[in-house]
């Protein structure tokens, strides 16, 4: 299918739709990624070793974890829309909060209620594009929504890079109350999914079960194996990385966050090629085990490279 068509398919609701719900998912990330570029400054200031960082980081991201299952029925139950609407104010007030944190404990909290409420933005785009989207590039179109992805940490990388030298930490992430007037675009243009079943009062509500029921088992687990998988490689990569070489590679705070904004922005050439080959070429599942294996050989190349020829790629851009 040639790209004109492509776009003619989305003519009308579903293309508005689209550069919502790619906005929305970008404010999200962006604001999820203020923590990993911030985090340099945090652990100077609290004075935590690498083992606290850890714990920080991943306790905070298992409880907001288990806070967006419940986020995901409440999905199902009050509408996408509603959620998308509710996840973009609630998460952009816990990622300002971060900035009259005062003792980790609080800041712990606050980074929990940001993953969880942040992170719902992800299944509510992707269920309203995926139950919108015309059925012959449904695929496509969830897939370039995942794009918004390196787009928002590539945003949070320049106001990583502006804010931090000058002002710390704390007023970085005041720049989550940006996302807050985004719920008004949310309210006017974006309707409830067509597709998704309003509930009886006699039928049963969704429960986490349905999901491990004898026809949906198997798919559960193998879909959150690849996730967790996917997220523990990629996800913590770029989570920790502004610290590694800020710490490890002897880079300024500006420059760790540079770089790996660029290094995301870069890599949305990945993210359009496999949704069109995942789209049109090949099955979405080889797409998926060839790109896993790609990002493998590419992840050990940069590990590898000298700080020299990195610090020549900051300078070219």
């Known amino acids: 299918m040639r790209l004109p068509e492509v776009i003619a398919l989305t003519r009308g609701y579903p293309r508005r739709l689209w550069f919502v719900s790619f906005a929305a998912y970008g404010f999200s990330q962006m604001d999820l990624a203020l923590w990993s570029y911030a985090l340099p400054l945090i652990r100077a200031e609290f004075a935590l070793t690498r083992t606290e960082v850890g714990l920080l980081t991943g306790g905070a991201f298992a409880f907001g974890g288990l806070g967006l299952v419940w986020l995901g029925l409440l999905a199902d139950r009050h509408g996408r829309r509603t959620m998308m609407m509710f996840g973009t104010i609630v998460s952009s007030l816990f990622v300002t909060a971060h900035a009259l944190t005062s003792s980790l404990a609080s800041l712990a909290a606050v980074r929990a209620g940001s993953v969880a409420f942040g992170g719902l933005l992800y299944p509510a785009t992707g269920a309203l594009v995926a139950e919108e989207a015309p059925a012959r590039i449904r695929g496509l179109m969830t897939g370039l929504l995942q794009t918004a992805y390196p787009v928002g940490w590539f945003v949070a990388s320049l106001l990583a890079a502006l804010l ?35 509930a009886e009062p006699t039928q049963q509500r969704a429960s986490v079960s349905e999901l491990f029921a004898p026809g949906m088992r198997r798919r559960t687990l193998t879909l959150f194996a690849a996730q967790y998988c996917f997220v523990v490689a990629y996800g913590g990569t770029f989570l920790f990385a502004p610290t590694y070489f800020h710490e490890q590679r002897g880079f300024e705070i500006a420059s760790t966050a540079t770089l790996v904004g660029l290094s995301n922005l870069i890599g949305l050439f990945g993210y359009f090629a496999a949704a069109w080959v995942g789209e049109f070429y090949l099955t979405r599942r080889t797409t998926t085990i060839i790109w896993t294996l790609l990002g493998s050989v590419f992840f050990m190349a940069f590990r ?8 020549v790629s900051l300078r070219s851009h």
Do not use: Q
């Open 164 to 198: 931090l030298p000058s002002f710390g930490w704390r007023v970085l992430f005041l720049t989550g109350l940006v996302s807050l007037p985004f719920v008004w675009v949310i309210r006017r243009y974006i309707r409830e999914s067509s597709r998704l079943a309003v």
């Open 304 to 311: 590898g490279c000298p700080k020299a020829m990195l610090a």
